[in-house]
């Protein structure tokens, strides 16, 4: 990963490339990835001005200004593993923690810690559902709508949360959207291992299910209004299903003396 | 309740258990001491292989087995705690973490030590963001206590133990993209052979293990391998956490026996479908296991009955499906899911989930034939072994068997949509006129 921009480069520098000639990039500056709003001319120019040359190489971290607390958070990972490189993920959260999202900024500061090229963290970045790449509202929802929550009635659910969070419900399904206000950030999730409370949805990183549609209403509310959305909904402090403590096997009760 | 066996759920409820006061009082930490202290590693080894104790996270391969491959020798060993709990229907990691975090602690320090591993690392999904501030706070306790580190119990044996959080990527819990996302890549499985166990994290020889098989090495350590079998079937020792989930009346993680009968899990325990309603189809081993119908609620529950069926015990969760719920829907939402997780990586899978996915909506918008039926299952079989690792066929299993068993449903879908909305060729596109010959010129 430590590589120099020499090293790194997939082509020669002097080389340059028959289709960089076809035009003249000097003066444009490109997107930074490409959006659907992009002409197909500009596509092509975006595409022919990516040369591996130009990609950003080690930032030097005298040149970038990291916060304290965030730079000690990576620090922290990094000393935690026996290779440095394992704390890509512990540094993206601590971005994530610090900015709210992973900026582009805060991932160049984290690949100026770690040592490792800003493209580098993007890529590993945009690979995990949980890393957000652009901006999302504060309260993070993420609403099941895999199998048991939905033989339990998680569309209703999910429905509800977008209606009151006012935001598109097809948008939430596919790939998340946040509210106007920019308080809420909604999205339909797969499978997050809570199936003994279906429907359930996690908001800010906690668990709560099972929900109705009028307790995705209700948490939209007291979200807005700075409360604790649905506490007698948490999962946090709920007793294991299948009844109070049986009667030891006599074979586990032997096991235990 | 009558049916369970609680033997890793022991206590579970117990206040505090969570902390190392409460678990060293119930007895934590003795297997530890004894491993260390009266067990020599590869005693220790062949305990486990004794034991009979098959792996919990879905593949169901012997664990000391597993173990024994790898290398001897005092290269840099590593172990993994699979904790990415991700699969559809499954839950019961989580509530073995949340609730007792030290006997999954105990279990990894001892098989660690067991495979001459001096680091060990649980991965956990980034969604279990509160069950891993539990499962961390542990692992500082563990170290305090001198169970973990250097020095374990001043034996000489050293453990390092991280707790490493995901970000959401179904993908990671197979476990060649669970060692890329812990050296800090982007998910996506390796070419096996060669074999983590051989050459996984770092290149180093690599034991992979899922928290409740973990769990279950204290409990094996301690009474023996002799005490171990003389619970569940010949070819399953042992207890399970299953997860049941659906449509019940009382899901949640019931620990059993190995080979109980299903129905007694799915009606005794958990309750059954609500009053007036029946069961129709269940997985019995996650969304990635082939379905059951109502006729084969009788089958023990274990690895080797389940795979007789034609389906697999997997992780040990349970979805039912009711009378209401609409077969080719249900192909759809395991589709559509398995279509969102595929990394991308080997082309059967990314194309093959992404066409199952479109034919289906296709069935259920009435714009498919029935022949399509047979194209969805041709898809599957060209999915299934011919990846770099199962997620596809995670997919290719279940969607196969439902078209295989409930075909009637498939064509009374497609029949319906089309009577919903007829379009005769004749009409359609209606919009479109024919351009004379000179205006085109």
Known sequence: ?257 | MAGQTRMLFRHVDEPGLASIETYRRLGGYGALTRALKEIEPEELLSTLEDSGLRGRGGAGFSMGKKASFLPRGDMDKFLCCNADESEPGAFKDRELMWKNPHQLIEGVIISAIAAGAGWAFIFIRGEYAEVADVLERAVDEAYAAGYVGENILDTGHRVELVVHRGAGAYICGEETALLDALEGKRGNPRLKPPFPAIQGLYGGPTLINNVETLSNVPHVVQNGAEWFKSFGTEQSPGTKVVSVSGCVQRPGNYEVELGIPSREIIFGLAGGPPEGHEVKAWFPGGSSAPVLTADELDLPYSFEAMADAGSMLGSGSIIVADENVSIPHLALRTARFYHHESCGKCTPCREGTNWTVKMLERVISGEATPMDLDVISSVQDNIIGHCLCVLGDSMAMPVGSMVAKFRDEFEAAIQAGRDAAPRPLDESPTDVKPVPLEASA
Request: hydrophobic letters at 35%; proline letters at 8%; aromatic letters at 6%.
């Open chain 1, 1 to 257: 990963m430590n590589r120099s921009p020499d090293q790194g480069a997939l082509g020669d520098r002097s080389s340059g490339g028959a289709g960089r000639e076809a035009e003249d990039l000097s003066g444009w500056t490109p997107e930074i990835r490409p959006t659907d709003e992009m002409s197909a001319a500009e596509r092509r120019r975006l595409v022919a001005s990516m040369r591996p040359e130009d990609a950003e190489p080690v930032p030097e971290l005298t040149e970038v200004a990291v916060p304290d607390e965030l730079r000690e958070r990576i620090e922290a990972a990094m000393a935690k593993y026996p290779e440095i490189r394992s704390a890509s993920l512990p540094a993206l959260w601590a971005v994530q923690r610090h900015y709210g999202w992973c900026t582009p900024e805060g991932m160049r500061q984290a690949a100026a810690v770690m040592g490792v090229t800003p493209a580098y963290l993007e890529s590993v970045a945009t690979f995990y559902d949980l890393f957000h790449t652009s901006p999302v509202g504060r309260h993070r929802i993420l609403v099941c709508h895999n199998l048991s929550c939905w033989l339990r009635g998680a569309e209703d659910v999910l429905d509800a949360f977008s209606e009151a969070a006012g935001v598109n419900a097809d948008e939430v399904d596919h790939i998340g959207a946040s509210s106007d206000d920019g308080e809420v950030y909604l999205r339909g999730f797969e499978c997050m291992g809570a199936c003994d409370i279906a429907p359930m949805a996690s908001i800010d990183e906690r668990y709560y299910g099972p929900l109705t549609p009028d307790d995705a209403r209700t948490a939209i509310d007291q979200l807005r209004s700075g409360a604790d959305p649905v506490p007698d909904r948490a999962l946090a402090g709920r007793q294991t299903a299948g009844g109070p403590e049986p009667e030891p096997d006599p074979r586990v009760k032997e096991g235990e003396s």
